[in-house]
């Protein structure tokens, strides 16, 4: 069986933060990346930002997602259980146990990765843990 390889994202370097992360890439990916990063904030009450995996990724006592650019799509890390909540709607996307890949040719639905967010925050304060 040959191994699946993940795409890599489009801008490869090192980065510090979040905001050096969206600046790499053109414009129409940085506002892509701003509103995810806006949609994310403003659902993560307390949650710090950084850059782990070499992608930005919010934290509150642990991982809570992580998001980042490729060629062509946005990826979106929520943990496996959000993907199994939401598989229904996820089913127009690409996705795996714990990721989802919304295509960069079609609007990327921010309600919907609004309320995959709120699902994480609630698992992660409930269980008082990460479980990615």
Partial sequence: ?????????????EFRTIDEYINSFPPGIREILEQLRTTIHKNTPGAQ??????IPTF?????LVHFGAYEQHIGFYPTPPVIQAFEDELAPYHHAKGSVRFPL??????????????????EHLTTGKSKE
Avoid: Q, S, W
Avoid at 49 to 54: A, L, N, S, V
Avoid at 105 to 122: H, N, Q, S, W, Y
């Fill in 59 to 63: 934290t509150l006592h642990g991982n």
């Fill in 49 to 54: 930002e950084t850059i782990t995996y070499g």
């Fill in 1 to 13: 069986m040959k191994e699946k390889k993940h795409p890599a994202p489009i801008a490869r370097r």
């Fill in 105 to 122: 040719d079609k609007p990327i639905p921010f309600d919907l990765v609004r309320r995959m967010v709120r699902f994480r925050v609630e």
